[in-house]
């Protein structure tokens, strides 16, 4: 037997913004080691240039941003992630020296995900993306599967196929072979709620005949 293809996953695409070239270099090295796609950013600014024309199934997964750096910094990036459709998902990472627990707090208040102090150990590096990478991955069979059940509810829902009315009084013949009201029969088979009234003909229709009827 001819063994069949083996199929290859697609590399998680990742973002490293680092104005530090150093610093910038080893985080790509570090990553690409480890088996993932990267782009570089030598600053905010070039960063949310690639962002956005990397935007739709291209846009990088997950995102490393140093807190500090020219033109935009981490946190304005991460704000403009989080109210641009279209980046629901993405996984933000800052990169900072900073430790102060309120500076920590308003990181993560503004959309980040996760952070790792400078200097950063590889190890901890890898750990941190794979928990990334993990979510990222989680979000969108979510997303995916809650978009298969809307559609199959949808589906559900919508009346399909023929019909058998009566041309005379109107009643339908259901699945167990009975006939019943056209009301009864979509209050029961839809999501229709059905209100009773009485059209302009039928009301002149029964007018006349009350008209005509003996007292």
């Known amino acids: 037997m001819i063994p069949a293809p083996l199929v290859r996953k697609a590399k998680t695409r990742i973002l490293v913004a680092e104005d530090d070239p150093v610093t910038r270099k080893i985080l790509a090295a570090t990553l690409e080691r480890l088996g993932w796609d990267v782009t570089t950013a030598s600053d905010g600014s070039e960063a949310w240039r690639t962002l956005e024309t990397l935007g739709g199934k291209d846009a990088p997964e997950?995102?490393?941003l140093d807190w500090m750096m020219p033109g935009m910094d981490g946190i304005e990036i991460c704000r403009k992630l989080r109210s641009t459709p279209g980046f629901e998902f993405t996984y933000v990472v800052l990169l900072t020296s900073r430790s102060e627990k309120e500076d920590l707090a308003m990181a993560l208040a503004t959309g980040a995900n996760d952070y790792i102090a400078k200097p950063f150990h590889p190890i901890e590096l890898e750990s941190r993306v794979r928990v990334g990478e993990r979510m990222v991955k989680l979000q969108r069979s979510l997303a995916a599967r809650v978009t298969e059940l809307e559609e199959a509810l949808a589906h559900v829902q919508q009346l399909q196929g023929l019909l058998p009315i009566c041309s005379?009084?109107?009643?339908?013949?259901?699945?167990?072979?009975?006939?019943?009201?056209?009301?009864s029969y979509l209050a029961s088979h839809s999501t229709l709620k059905l209100t009773h009234g009485i059209c302009p003909q039928c009301l002149e229709k029964m007018m006349k005949e009350l008209e005509e009827s003996p007292a």
């Open 168 to 183: 005379y009084c109107k009643k339908v013949r259901n699945e167990s072979n009975y006939w019943e009201q056209v009301d």
């Open 62 to 64: 997950l995102v490393l």
